[in-house]
């Protein structure tokens, strides 16, 4: 398929994504005024307002995977207003690892593609589900998740909505691994050897 018709289903996802971020699991304070405003910020329409993911329309799909945020990071509007947004692009082959959100449940949608989705709950019970075109998927608050796109020669493109302006993401390889806990005590914890373990740093390193 054409990468311009991925692009009208990319638009064709804020659309939809927009109406079911509601439903996402609020995890943010409630405020006392309309909305937040930093000082010295003028406030007209386009305070409200939040462009950067034009940049995803017409461009070139991604050789690894890719996560565009709306978060109140980059878009401070959204502070104390308990949404948030992701869009997520996995080229074949592609895997977004294991990692949690602290502060929120996560509803995907996908909107090309399909993906191999689960999470494992509080009682290391893993539960897994293979998303075609048009699925959606909760993954519950605080909970270790995954996706992948097992697809050897198509990408998958997702959005995300969250119940919180500022969801967090923990990596799980990159909080064990890239943190500086010690060697000697992830080689017990894992009850494997230390070379082992600097062999999984070694190939978690950024690269030059």
């Known amino acids: 398929m054409a990468f311009n018709t991925l692009n009208h289903g990319l638009c064709l996802s804020l659309v939809i994504a927009f109406t079911i ?3 996402a699991m609020a995890g943010d304070p409630d405020i006392i005024t309309d909305f937040v405003v930093a000082p010295n910020v003028p406030v007209d329409g386009n305070f409200f307002t939040h462009t950067a993911l034009r940049s995803l329309v017409g461009a070139d799909p991604p050789t690894t995977f890719k996560v565009t945020k709306a ?3 980059e878009f401070p509007a959204l ?3 308990s ?3 992701a869009v997520l692009q996995y080229p074949a082959d592609s895997v977004n690892p294991p990692h949690t959100h602290p502060r929120s449940a996560e509803l995907l ?4 593609g399909t993906l191999e989705v689960g999470f494992v709950d509080t009682t290391n019970k893993l539960y897994t589900q293979t998303l075609q075109m048009g699925d959606m998927f909760v993954f519950p608050k605080g909970l270790v998740h995954f996706q992948y796109n097992a697809d050897a020669n198509n990408m998958a493109i997702a959005v ?3 119940g919180s302006a500022n969801a967090g993401t923990v ?3 990159g909080s064990v691994f890239t943190t500086g806990i010690s060697d000697d005590i992830l080689a017990k914890s894992f009850k494997t050897d230390v070379t082992t373990i600097e062999a999984i740093k070694a190939g978690l390193a950024p690269k030059a």
């Open 21 to 23: 971020v509601h439903i």
């Open 83 to 85: 949404v948030s947004f």
């Open 171 to 173: 990596s799980v390889p």
């Open 71 to 73: 978060s109140m990071a």
């Open 160 to 162: 995300s909505a969250f």
């Open 79 to 81: 502070n104390g207003q």
């Open 109 to 112: 949608f996908l909107i090309f």
